[in-house]
């Protein structure tokens, strides 16, 4: 197992896995591979030797000064559930922390989705009071978590 920077060669599966997974709300094709070229961090956990295959990945963008905010972040369902979702955003989290003048990390979630809140609160990510109506193509709202950085 391994993490790598994501580079041209993987657009294509990592598209693949984003409409699998956010279906409506995935990210488009275009928007993919912008934030492949232009990016703070976008990092993909690999398995195997020969056949090597991605089964996660996890992109931060630097928006303003003194943030990055986690854009996109997850594992292939067959492997969730087994550390690789906690092992990938442990990482994020080191790489943000190398950078001058960071002070925290933000990142939005589905008010619906419990697994992910539930590993962005492990980490220690506090949620904003105020939910985000409306936030996604679904129109399901959104909770903003923050991760302040020391
Ligand atoms: C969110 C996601 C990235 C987590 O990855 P993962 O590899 O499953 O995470 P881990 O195995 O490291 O589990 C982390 C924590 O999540 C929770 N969790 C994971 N799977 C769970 C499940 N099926 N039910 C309940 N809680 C779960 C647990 O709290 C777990 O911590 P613990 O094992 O210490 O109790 C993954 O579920 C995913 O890709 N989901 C779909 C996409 C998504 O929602 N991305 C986030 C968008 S904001």
Same mark, same amino acid.
């Given at each position: 197992?391994?993490?790598?920077?994501?580079?041209?060669?993987?657009?294509?599966?990592?598209?693949?896995?984003?409409?699998?997974?956010? *279906? %409506?709300? &995935?990210?488009? /094709?275009?928007?993919?591979?912008?934030?492949?070229?232009? #990016?703070?961090?976008?990092? +993909? $956990?690999?398995?195997?030797?020969?056949?090597?295959?991605?089964?996660?990945?996890?992109?931060?963008?630097?928006?303003?000064?003194?943030?990055?905010?986690?854009?996109?972040?997850?594992?292939?369902?067959?492997?969730?559930?087994?550390?690789?979702?906690?092992?990938?955003?442990?990482?994020?989290?080191?790489?943000? *922390? %190398?950078? &001058?003048?960071? /002070?925290?990390?933000?990142?939005?979630?589905?008010?619906? #989705?419990?697994?992910?809140? +539930? $590993?962005?609160?492990?980490?220690?990510?506090?949620?904003?009071?105020?939910?985000?109506?409306?936030?996604?193509?679904?129109?399901?709202?959104?909770?903003?978590?923050?991760?302040?950085?020391?």
């Amino acid at each position: 197992m391994e993490i790598k920077k994501v580079n041209s060669r993987d657009l294509k599966k990592i598209v693949k896995l984003e409409q699998n997974i956010f *279906k %409506k709300n &995935a990210i488009s /094709k275009d928007l993919m591979e912008k934030l492949i070229q232009n #990016n703070t961090f976008f990092l +993909k $956990l690999e398995i195997g030797k020969i056949r090597k295959q991605i089964i996660g990945f996890i992109i931060g963008i630097r928006d303003i000064k003194e943030r990055v905010n986690i854009v996109n972040f997850l594992i292939k369902p067959k492997f969730q559930n087994k550390g690789y979702g906690s092992y990938l955003l442990q990482k994020a989290i080191e790489e943000v *922390k %190398k950078l &001058a003048e960071i /002070k925290k990390i933000v990142l939005n979630v589905q008010i619906s #989705n419990s697994t992910a809140i +539930k $590993l962005y609160e492990k980490f220690n990510f506090k949620r904003d009071p105020t939910i985000l109506e409306n936030y996604y193509q679904s129109g399901e709202s959104a909770y903003l978590y923050r991760l302040l950085i020391n």
